[in-house]
C-alpha cells in the first residue's frame, strides 16, 4: 500500500507540474497571437538598456493590462493591449515603476 501511494506521488505530481507549465505556455502564445494582430490595439515601449521589464510587466498585468515581450529598434520593446483612453494610465504605471532618473515614457508610436 506504501508503495503505490509512492509511486503515484512519484509520477501524479512532476506529471500535474509539467500539465500546469504547458497550460500556462499555451496561454502565453494565444495572447502573444492576440496582441500581433492588426485589429488588435496596442501600445509598444521600448524598455531602456540595462532596465528589467519583468516589473514593468507585472505592475501592468497587476492593472489587468495584457502584455508581451517583443523586439524594438534598441533592444527589447514591452507591447500592450489597451484601449486608446488607457494610454495615460499605462503611462503613469511605467513611469512609476521605472527608476526615477530614467527618461519620459515614449510610446513606439508618438512623435519624438
Known sequence: ??????????????????????????????????LHLPQTHTVSYDVPCGQDPAPLRTALNHASFSTVLGHGDAGR?????????????IRNILEQELPRHAIPVHFRDEPL
Open 1 to 34: 500500500m506504501l508503495f503505490v501511494a509512492v509511486a503515484v506521488a512519484l509520477v501524479g505530481i512532476p506529471a500535474l507540474v509539467v500539465l500546469a507549465l504547458r497550460q500556462w505556455g499555451q496561454q502565453d502564445a494565444r495572447t502573444e497571437t492576440r
Open 77 to 89: 520593446s514591452l507591447i500592450v493591449e489597451c484601449d486608446e483612453a488607457d494610454r495615460a494610465r
